[in-house]
């Protein structure tokens, strides 16, 4: 993403790190920014539960095995991930959002999702990246 106004975290601030480990981001940079070629807007930073690993994987989307050609080691609980907004939205909906990291998620997530709902799911744990 080319203007600085599009490395915004959703509260304002400068878009942080989602995880190194595993190397997560559209791009593969670590942060949760895309390009126009990514259908999927992998903006918004999650730490991945068991429940929403399941759920992703009955809509078709199996993020646990590893697939090294997409340089993808596969996930498990408790690893941060820049996840696709409109799959987030829809584990909301059906209450299995797993907790949203928010100082690493990409202010273009507001526009999708209200941040009073991301504020109900934040992590309060540590917020720098693995």
């Known amino acids: ?34 390009d126009e070629q990514d259908a999927g807007s ?5 730490r991945v539960t068991e429940a929403f690993l399941r759920f992703s994987l009955s809509r078709g ?14 996930l498990k609980p408790g690893d941060r991930w820049c996840l696709c907004v409109n799959r987030w939205k829809e584990a909301w909906q059906a209450g299995l959002a797993p907790p949203v990291v928010l ?3 990409h202010a273009k997530v507001l526009d999708t999702i209200d941040l009073s709902v991301l504020k109900q799911h934040a992590w309060h744990g540590r917020t720098e990246s693995h």
């Open 1 to 34: 993403m080319s203007s600085a106004d599009n490395l915004l975290n959703v509260l304002g601030g400068e878009l942080q790190a989602c995880s190194f480990d595993p190397l997560t981001g559209y791009l593969r940079d670590g942060c949760c920014q895309t």
């Open 42 to 46: 992998h903006l918004l930073c999650a």
């Open 61 to 74: 989307n199996d993020l646990v095995t590893p697939r090294p050609q997409w340089r993808f080691p596969g």
């Open 103 to 105: 100082e690493a998620t």
